[in-house]
């Protein structure tokens, strides 16, 4: 479109929105403000004051009103001059032509009080929603063709922790041609491996970290993520499903119940779970049968909470777990425990899946006392606890410090009063706050699980957009009900992260190499931790230089101390296979395990040694501090400092005094 058109269709425009206002206004201030307004425009300050485009169409409208001549002439000059400076935009720009026909056949977008870049913005996210609503069904369970065609019959195995939900289904499994257990963690996974082992059923384990091959298989025991959905099966069971409601992990679960191929699908799940399972199923048209699950052992809520601050040899007893919220906090336990004569086994997120297994194993054994854990102990572990003591009912869920939820604590608390070694399990606190919060949890009805999650459609990577922009226009499209988008937060701080270290980035988003992007970007992997992420941004950047990706290699610089050095070197070889196996990169093979049973042994020999450097300690003074000290000082040094500070105050240049003095600080006596 030429200038000259494009200038008159753009007046004509303005004139048509005037004319639709219905805008009044003093004569003698009138003049004054189509005065400045229309400077303004000349002066070029349209980008920095975009509200001078829906300024000039109300001062239009009321010149219209008024018929005054003189000021028409000088809105149509400057309406004439904004279209020529928004022209000139365009063309330097290279916006496409779609994009000035649409401005300019809808007025009210064209005079709305926002910079020509929002508004492109605004148009291409528009267009976006339309193409994304043309390319994507409404209703999620279409997307999976073969699994409609299939008869398939879903039992529903819902009770609470302990109930023996999960032990049924894989009895079932046990006697599959060819069948599936898809599990939220390595862990688990790995749990049914040796429990197949056990019983002569020949069984193979993918996860995302390791492949351990059987011949002649009958089963796979999966996490949920690795699930191929062009595979068919004969039996399925899918477990722990309500974690369908979690943020980012969610839509794998159903993805899952949406989509397998298997004619008989167990699924595991809580009571809140059970609602929104069934509106899936039905929604597929597939039929199901509820199978109830009780508790094995009776939960007891103890009367008095157990004191963690003095008194632990005598308030810890032999198959006690007790619950922290954070690697530091299960550590610092440990060390405390430690110092009043209990042994410990320690069970924490990063510890790396053999560890843990030794872990389980020397409490099993009677080799430790007890155990300290994060909520981690929650997903499944078998442990014959006989009673859950939470340490800490607040935990720091990635965005703020919260209060454990009803769901959590169920959880946790469950785990206690194994079946078949305990006639009954028991549950406490810290202390009385805690003690109430468990016993509110217990007592009220569980609340149903209101949404689950739907993951992005790689269909849409075919669209001529960015990928940050189609992942964030996906996601503020809502979804029908029961449905809600996963949190695509990660993957975008991904993407900012290797567009901004990439110096190739800007050939990447062509093409296919899209698909590529979003294999990266959806890469499982600790977003906390800078060497995970400048060792993932590394392999993006090189994955296309060899077969096979860089070998990582420790450093005891990688964390802050020794064991965190080897916890994240362990990350480091996880991803190395992930990401090869995802990439298509050749793997070596023995290396790599040679490389985790060395870190193992290391991280074995460092957890067998003393943890006293662990327990939190002043730091002026060295005294032991409370547990839930949030301030790294003693009262008394605390004090101390103050009284130093308060002889020798701080002189403050003049003007500043107001921000003068010492911070107040509000400490737990």
Same mark, same amino acid.
């Given at each position: ?433 805690? =003690? &109430?919060?468990? /016993?509110?949890? +217990?007592? !009220?009805? %569980? ?7 739907? #993951? *992005? $459609?790689?269909? =849409? &990577?075919?669209? /001529?957009?960015? +990928?940050? !922009?189609? %992942? ?7 979804? #029908? *009900? $029961? ?8 993957? +975008? ?177």
């Amino acid at each position: 479109m030429d200038k000259a058109k494009f200038t008159d269709r753009y007046c004509r425009a303005y004139g048509r929105y005037a004319v639709s206002l219905k805008k009044t206004g003093k004569q003698d201030k009138l003049q004054k403000k189509v005065t400045t307004a229309c400077q303004n425009i000349r002066d070029g300050k349209v980008l920095k004051m975009p509200s001078l485009y829906a300024h000039i169409a109300v001062l239009y409208a009321i010149a219209l009103q008024t018929d005054d001549q003189s000021m028409l002439k000088k809105i149509k000059d400057a309406v004439r001059t904004l279209a020529k400076q928004d022209y000139n935009y365009i063309q330097n720009r290279q916006l496409e032509d779609d994009f000035c026909e649409y401005m300019l056949s809808k007025p009210s977008f064209l005079t709305k009080g926002t910079t020509l870049p929002d508004k492109y913005q605004s148009y291409r996210q528009g267009l976006m929603k339309r193409q994304i609503a043309e390319m994507v069904t409404t209703e999620p369970t279409m997307e999976y063709p073969q699994a409609r065609q299939m008869q398939r019959h879903f039992i529903l195995h819902i009770g609470p922790t302990n109930s023996g939900k999960t032990h049924d289904a894989l009895q079932m499994l046990m006697r599959a041609e060819h069948g599936t257990y898809l599990s939220p963690l390595r862990l688990l996974a790995l749990e049914v491996y040796d429990l197949m082992a056990e019983n002569q059923v020949n069984c193979t384990m993918v996860t995302g970290e390791e492949t351990l091959y059987v011949e002649n298989s009958t089963v796979t025991s999966q996490t949920i993520e690795m699930l191929a959905m062009d595979d068919e099966y004969d039996v399925a069971v899918i477990d722990e499903a309500q974690m369908i409601e979690d943020d980012f992990r969610g839509s794998n679960w159903v993805k899952a119940i949406l989509g397998i191929r298997c004619p008989l699908i167990h699924v595991c799940a809580s009571q809140d779970a059970e609602m929104i399972l069934k509106r899936i199923i039905e929604k597929c048209n597939d039929t199901y049968e509820v199978v109830y699950h009780e508790r094995k052992t009776e939960l007891v809520l103890e009367s008095q909470p157990v004191s963690l601050k003095e008194k632990l040899a005598e308030d810890i007893k032999e198959g006690d777990a007790i619950i922290m919220f954070s690697k530091r906090a299960v550590l610092d336990m440990a060390a405390r425990l430690e110092l009043s004569g209990i042994s410990a086994s320690v069970i924490y997120g990063h510890l790396p899946p053999e560890i843990r297994k030794k872990e389980v194993r020397k409490f099993l054994s009677g080799e430790t006392r007890g155990v300290v854990s994060t909520d981690t102990i929650g997903m499944g572990l078998n442990l014959p606890i006989r009673r859950i003591v939470f340490g800490e009912t607040v935990k720091f869920d990635g965005n703020e410090r919260r209060v454990l939820k009803q769901q959590e604590i169920l959880q946790i608390a469950g785990r206690a009063g194994r079946f078949g070694k305990y006639e009954k399990g028991y549950v406490t606190a810290g202390d009385e706050e805690g =003690l &109430l919060l468990i /016993d509110s949890a +217990l007592k !009220e009805p %569980l609340k149903d699980i209101a949404y689950a999650r739907l #993951g *992005f $459609p790689k269909v =849409l &990577l075919s669209l /001529d957009h960015p +990928l940050d !922009e189609l %992942l964030r226009t996906w996601e503020s499209i809502p979804a #029908g *009900f $029961p449905y809600k988008k996963i949190d695509v937060s990660e993957m +975008l701080e991904l993407y900012r992260i290797l567009k901004k270290n990439s110096r190739d980035f800007m050939y990447l988003p062509e093409g296919d190499n899209k698909e590529v992007i979003f294999d990266m970007i959806s890469c499982p992997l600790d977003i906390k931790s800078s060497a995970i992420v400048n060792k993932w941004c590394q392999y993006c950047m090189d994955y296309t230089a060899d077969v096979s990706l860089t070998f990582p290699l420790f450093s005891a610089r990688l964390g802050s101390n020794l064991l965190e050095s080897y916890e994240i070197y362990y990350r480091m070889l996880d991803l190395y296979h992930n990401f090869s196996i995802r990439m298509g990169k050749i793997v070596d093979e023995e290396r790599l395990k040679e490389e985790r049973d060395r870190t193992d042994e290391r991280i074995t020999g460092i957890l067998a040694g003393s943890k006293k450097s662990y327990i939190k300690r002043c730091r002026v003074c060295g005294k032991v501090l409370q547990l839930d000290d949030r301030f790294g000082i003693c009262n008394e040094c605390y004090e101390e400092e103050k009284r130093r500070a308060a002889e020798n105050p701080v002189k403050r240049p003049s003007g500043r005094g107001q921000h003068g003095g010492h911070r107040k600080r509000h400490r737990r006596h």
